[in-house]
């Protein structure tokens, strides 16, 4: 039989482990608040006190758990809310791909990305908040999130700055998805059809397959 002390243990560790887990659950929260917040006031509205009101908690606990707004939208990407290939989860789960492979992985980070985009009109929002503003919070959190992908994903073996090769396909990729909400289209290509997107996903690929061969 466990003793009045271990029984206390006990007792403590698992009002811990509900505590943590409702924590973590109020934090998941916050950070969906800030896209409904984004979609229904837009960018000029993201402050602590209406993400408060929209996810339902005291505004201190923003400032406990994100330090602030800037903590908060760096943690919006990090956790995958911004798009999903930019969450540090989907990053570490990714295995370390053959360099004969990660043509197409990059292919498929890449394309999984703009789908995001196309999907996700608060991170659309935010692309245009971070270029019209310069907000660096939001830079430099990609920026950092990109060198971790390049670690994980690795260079093109046949290619000499790959680097450079996915900050321009990804700034394409920002541009086609953002125009998508001004214009019907682009040179030929339908911006608002799935097949439109698929003619660039295919160029993507293609870029990626013929670079990796020179």
Do not use: C
Not at 96 to 120: I, Q
């Amino acid at each position: 039989m466990a003793t009045e002390k271990q029984a206390k243990v006990a007792e403590t560790k698992a009002k811990a482990k509900v505590k943590k887990r409702d924590r973590e659950r109020t934090k998941s929260r916050i950070l969906k608040a800030v896209g409904k917040v984004i979609e229904k006031y837009g960018t000029k509205k993201v402050g602590v006190n209406l993400i408060a009101r929209e996810a339902d908690v005291n505004k201190v606990l923003i400032y406990r758990y994100f330090g602030g707004v800037d903590g908060l939208m760096e943690q919006y990407v990090k956790t995958g809310e911004y798009t999903s290939t930019s969450s540090h989860k989907y990053i570490d789960n990714m295995e370390k791909p053959a360099p004969d492979k990660r043509s197409k992985v990059w292919t498929d980070v890449l394309t999984t990305a703009m789908n995001d985009l196309r999907e996700r009109k608060a991170t659309r929002d935010l692309v245009r908040w971070e270029i019209g503003l310069g907000k660096a919070v939001l830079t430099d959190v990609r920026n950092d999130t990109g060198a971790r992908m390049i670690e994980k994903v690795g260079s093109l073996p046949n290619y000499e700055d790959t680097n450079a090769l996915v900050a321009l396909l990804m700034g394409g990729i920002y541009h086609v998805t953002v125009s998508a909400d001004y214009r019907d289209k682009m040179m030929d290509v339908d911006l608002q059809s799935d097949e439109g997107f698929k003619r660039i996903e295919k160029v993507v690929g293609d870029i990626f397959e013929a670079l990796d061969k020179k």
